[in-house]
Every structure is written in structure tokens, then in C-alpha cells.
Nanobody, 124 residues
Framework: QVQLVESGGGSVQTGGSLRLSCAAS????????MGWFRQVPGKEREGVAT????????SYADSVKGRFTISQDNAKNTVYLQMNSLNPEDTAMYYC?????????????????WGQGTLVTVSS
């Protein structure tokens, strides 16, 4: 129903910043939850940040609170992840995701559509 394409990944130094973008197309009106996940080899996929597009409510993993910010541009059907104060532990493949809310919230298990991913590498 919806297609997602991530961009903005790359290589940065510790302490640097990067902004990821997720362009959504297709029947975007069918998804009210958007989010960012990340995964490294050998570990489970981790929820990083979510946003309920119907109201703007956001949530973050404890490991990124205060450093990452998720936002949306409805006119462009795009969701962003601003990442500041990056450290090597943030190195991962980052995936954009879409799903449906449970009430007015976006629990992680409600996401069912995924982009191809964009790689973020933070060097020390």
C-alpha cells in the first residue's frame, strides 16, 4: 500500500550530525504511524523513533533521547530523522517503517512496511 525510500546515510566522525530522509509514496493515507529502526549484524532490529502523523506525538529509544529528533513534512510526504552527537554505537543500517496506530499511539509491533535501508557509519 505504501512504498518507502530512505536516503541521507553516510560516514561521519564522532560528534557529528546527519539527517536521514524517508520519502513515502503510494497510499500513504493508509498509514498514520511512521518510524525509524536500526540494525547491526548479529543483533535484533531496534526501534529508534516513531511519530503518530495524526497528532504529531513522538517516542524515542532511551539510547537516542536528547540526540535524535523525528519530524515530518506532510506536504512532501517525507519523514526525517535528525541525528546529532553521533557516536560509533550509532553505526547501523537504518530503516524507515510505516504502520497503523493502536488508538493514538504507535507501538513498535504495529509497523509492517519497510524501506530498503540506508547505512550510517560513525568513525572514532
Amino acid at each position: 500500500q505504501v512504498q518507502l525510500v530512505e536516503s541521507g546515510g553516510g560516514s561521519v566522525q564522532t560528534g557529528g550530525s546527519l539527517r536521514l530522509s524517508c520519502a513515502a509514496s503510494g497510499y500513504t493515507y493508509s498509514s498514520d504511524c511512521m518510524g525509524w529502526f536500526r540494525q547491526v549484524p548479529g543483533k535484533e532490529r531496534e526501534g529508534v523513533a516513531t511519530i503518530y502523523t495524526g497528532g504529531g506525538t513522538t517516542s524515542y529509544a532511551d539510547s537516542v533521547k536528547g540526540r535524535f529528533t523525528i519530524s515530518q513534512d506532510n506536504a512532501k510526504n517525507t519523514v526525517y530523522l535528525q541525528m546529532n552527537s553521533l557516536n560509533p554505537e550509532d553505526t547501523a543500517m537504518y530503516y524507515c517503517a510505516a504502520g497503523h496506530p493502536w488508538g493514538r499511539a504507535c507501538p513498535l509491533n504495529r509497523f509492517n512496511t519497510w524501506g530498503q535501508g540506508t547505512l550510517v557509519t560513525v568513525s572514532s
